[in-house]
């Protein structure tokens, strides 16, 4: 039988074209509709889009706000509705405009310093 923690944690594989791999954990408490999205809807692909110390790309699953933050932490992972892009914070950076958050980088943060504009992404599931 599945634990409690099992439904609401999700292992997903961010592939780095040329660059490598990084994972994470998207959470489903911290915007349930959000997650659950995209979480239907992967694979997702996409061409990376680097703003100050941040990677974004955009992706296919259109959500509105939910529980939005306007601050976040280095190694968050997030959706931005204004772009309807998934967002990773590798540095200080904060966000353009109000993001979902939904989860956090577990391994490969730094990976994300070398991604360049243009660079294809992969979000799987693991």
């Known amino acids: 039988m599945a634990m409690a923690g099992e439904l609401s944690r999700f292992k997903v594989r961010f ?11 998207l959470v489903r408490f911290l915007a349930p509709r959000t997650v659950e ?8 692909e ?3 889009a680097v703003w100050r110390e941040e990677v974004y790309f955009q ?13 976040v932490e280095r190694g968050t992972i997030a959706y931005w509705p204004l772009g309807s892009a998934v ?9 353009y405009s109000p993001v979902n958050v939904i989860g956090r980088i577990a391994e490969g943060l730094d990976l ?3 991604v360049k504009q243009g660079t294809r992404i992969i979000l799987k599931s693991l």
């Open 87 to 95: 967002c990773v914070f590798y540095g200080n950076s904060q966000p």
């Open 37 to 44: 999205a995209l979480m239907r809807a992967m694979p997702l």
């Open 112 to 114: 994300f310093r070398e």
């Open 15 to 25: 592939l780095l074209d040329g660059v490598g791999t990084a994972t994470g954990e």
């Open 59 to 71: 992706t296919n699953v259109t959500i509105g706000a939910e529980k939005e933050k306007t601050r």
């Open 46 to 48: 996409g061409r990376a």
